[in-house]
């Protein structure tokens, strides 16, 4: 699967949109983009994916570059319950025994403040 | 979305002793379970992966007569760390699939293992 390569932290203020970015330059054609997120101490929750269009869901926003190189994770109105690390993932949806595999990177630290 | 969950969400055990994490698919059937550990401000690390009726898949590096998996049905999986020592001691999270659509992955809430 691709590597992905995310800002180690990211501020906010509670209201604003969060934006984080996501670079994946050797994605293949095959290959979604995945954002999960970690509150302290929890398991990694859903947020969204997508391919190639730009997807939008209760939670947040994703936009994929047209080239697929990059995209961006849009929180329209951060809140404090937001502060978690952020992984973008980059994952083959191909069948097999390892379907779903996940393999995650450093990810974005984002605090969002009062 | 899909429930996952996990039991206990924290154990103290004694060091030489062996621990059970259950990993449950609480309204799905998942055909293919993985379960990672994290160690304190790092990011989440595959240990192996699991798919019922079949022995797991252990990721590099991992001992797999340590930890024990057994993915016995469609909603269960089990880890067992055997024989626990104090660098054992770390945060166990497993995930489950069940491989329709697009493999999205839900997580358990984790099992917080410390090891004295």
């Known amino acids: 699967d691709a590597k992905t390569t995310q800002p180690p932290s990211m501020d906010c203020a509670e209201g604003r949109a969060a934006n984080l970015p996501c670079n994946h330059s050797?994605?293949?054609?095959?290959?979604?983009v995945y954002w999960y997120r970690q509150i302290h101490s929890q398991g990694p929750q859903y947020i969204i994916h997508?391919?190639?269009n730009n997807e939008t869901n209760e939670m947040a926003s994703l936009i994929i570059t047209e080239d697929r190189k990059s995209s961006t994770l849009i929180l329209p109105h951060a809140t404090l319950r937001d502060t978690a690390v952020y992984y973008c993932?980059?994952?083959?949806?191909?069948?097999?025994?390892?379907?779903?595999?996940?393999?995650f990177g450093q990810g974005t630290i984002l605090t969002v403040h009062p | 979305g899909a429930v996952v969950s996990q039991h206990p969400s924290r154990v103290i055990c004694k060091s030489g002793t062996s621990v059970k994490i259950e990993c449950r698919s609480l309204?799905?059937?998942?055909?293919?379970m993985f379960w990672y550990r994290q160690f304190p401000k790092k990011s989440l690390m595959l240990m192996a992966t699991?798919?019922?009726?079949?022995?797991?898949?252990?990721e590099q590096g991992v001992e797999k007569d340590k930890f024990l998996i057994n993915h016995a049905s469609l909603t269960l999986s089990t880890l067992t760390v055997t024989s626990a020592h104090p660098e054992d001691s770390s945060f166990y999270i497993c995930?489950?699939?069940?491989?329709?659509?697009?493999?999205?992955?839900?997580f358990g809430e984790g099992s917080r293992l410390t090891v004295l």
């Open positions: 309204d799905f059937q998942a055909t293919t």
């Open positions: 997508g391919l190639k």
């Open positions: 699991s798919n019922e009726g079949s022995k797991a898949t252990y």
């Open positions: 995930s489950a699939t069940s491989g329709q659509g697009t493999g999205e992955l839900f």
């Open positions: 993932i980059v994952r083959s949806n191909a069948g097999g025994t390892s379907y779903g595999k996940l393999t």
């Open positions: 050797t994605i293949s054609g095959n290959e979604y």
